[in-house]
Structures are given as C-alpha cells and as structure tokens.
T-cell receptor, first 115, second 112 residues
Framework: AQKITQTQPGMFVQEKEAVTLDCTYDTSDPSYGLFWYKQPSSGEMIFLIYQGSYDQQNATEGRYSLNFQKARKSANLVISASQLGDSAMYFCAMREGQGAQKLVFGQGTRLTINP | SAVISQKPSRDICQRGTSLTIQCQVDSQVTMMFWYRQQPGQSLTLIATANQGSEATYESGFVIDKFPISRPNLTFSTLTVSNMSPEDSSIYLC?????????FGPGTRLTVL
C-alpha cells in the first residue's frame, strides 16, 4: 500500500490566488513527521514545512501552511497569494518513528502559476 | 538549516563506467541518506550511511552497484558502478537536523 498519496498530478492556478495541494498518508506508528518540499526545474529539493504527529497546531511558514487533519490522515499544503516563482514540483513526504529516519515520498504535484 | 554541497553537479558518462558523487555537510551528522530520482519520478532511498559502519541498503539496491563510503561525520560518497542508461537520474544526499531533513543540490547524471 502507498504510504504517501498525492492525487493531483498537476494543478493550474492564477497568480495571487491561494492553492491547496493534497496529501494523504498511511502509517500505524504513533510518532511520525510530515514534510513538504518544492523542487524547481534545477532539481534541488527545497524544504518548505514540517508537521510532527504530536504537534497540536498546524504548522505555518510564511505563505505556507499545513492543514493537518490527523483523523483523516491528511496533510495538505496551502500556499497563499501564489506567485509565478511558486511554479514547481511539490512533494509530500513522511518519516516514521523518532530521530533521523528515511523519508518516503509521494509522487508529487506539478504546480503551474499563470500570470 | 544545513549547508550541503555535492560534486559534481552534473555529468554525462558512457555506459560501463563508474561515477563517484561526493556529499559534504557543514557540520557533523550521524546519518547521511542517499536518494535517487529517476526522470519524471519521485525520490527513492538508496541507502543510509552511518560513520564507522556499513551502509544500510534499501530493497532493490545492492552494495556492488552503489558502494558508499563514510570516512567521517561530515562527508560521504556514493559510487554508481558499471553504469547503464537506466542509471540516468538525479542523485541527492540528505541529512537530518532538528527534526527536518535537508537535501544537497543534487547530481544530475546522464548515461549514454
């Protein structure tokens, strides 16, 4: 079974609009972490935001927020006031357990911001 | 955050040859991770490298094909051996710091 599912292969959004990228996960470990990364065409993986399974509040980092719904096992990324530079691939990833552990990635969503 | 550098940033190689990719971190870390991203695909973990012990490989990856060295706590290398066109990918190293995993800029490998 897929541990991380991103159901949107591609998204097209008008500049300045907000956009939500979907991510659902599957784990039986009570301790886990959820990540979002941005990958522009250069190939680098840029860390955006992190949510721990025990965090009481949704994570926020500037224009990025994570809509964490634990019971539904979803961790959607919300980008407010989208910009042309937001066009990229976005990956959701999960780490199970505590400490330094490997990440399991979803298939990604290609976001295109239209002017 | 973590400052991670990789060399080379990209290379074009002939089939049957080998390429060694270097990963340097700005401070000591216990574990370093090596991922592969094939064209149009997501990232897949190749192996986890601990200093002072053998690397731990994921299913589908073997040491003979992807030997890893970890001579100290800030450096690691990944070798892609006896390359074929199917090895054309982006190879990325990463480290964990304060609950967050940071990636190097990646090595874009093309095998002809």
């Amino acid at each position: 079974a897929q541990k991380i599912t991103q159901t949107q292969p591609g998204m097209f959004v008008q500049e300045k609009e907000a956009v939500t990228l979907d991510c659902t996960y599957d784990t039986s470990d009570p301790s886990y972490g959820l990540f979002w990364y941005k990958q522009p065409s250069s190939g680098e993986m840029i860390f955006l935001i992190y949510q721990g399974s025990y965090d009481q509040q949704n994570a926020t980092e500037g224009r990025y927020s994570l809509n964490f719904q634990k019971a539904r096992k979803s961790a959607n990324l919300v980008i407010s006031a989208s910009q042309l530079g937001d066009s990229a691939m976005y990956f959701c990833a999960m780490r199970e357990g505590q400490g330094a552990q490997k990440l399991v990635f979803g298939q990604g969503t290609r976001l295109t911001i239209n002017p | 955050s973590a400052v991670i550098s990789q060399k080379p940033s990209r290379d074009i190689c002939q089939r049957g040859t080998s390429l060694t990719i270097q990963c340097q971190v700005d401070s000591q870390v216990t574990m370093m991770f090596w991922y592969r991203q094939q064209p149009g695909q997501s990232l897949t973990l190749i192996a986890t490298a601990n200093q002072g012990s053998e690397a731990t490989y994921e299913s589908g990856f073997v040491i003979d094909k992807f030997p890893i060295s970890r001579p100290n706590l800030t450096f690691s290398t990944l070798t892609v051996s006896n390359m074929s066109p199917e090895d054309s990918s982006i190879y990325l190293c990463s480290v964990d710091r304060l609950d967050t995993q940071y990636f190097g800029p990646g090595t874009r490998l093309t095998v002809l």
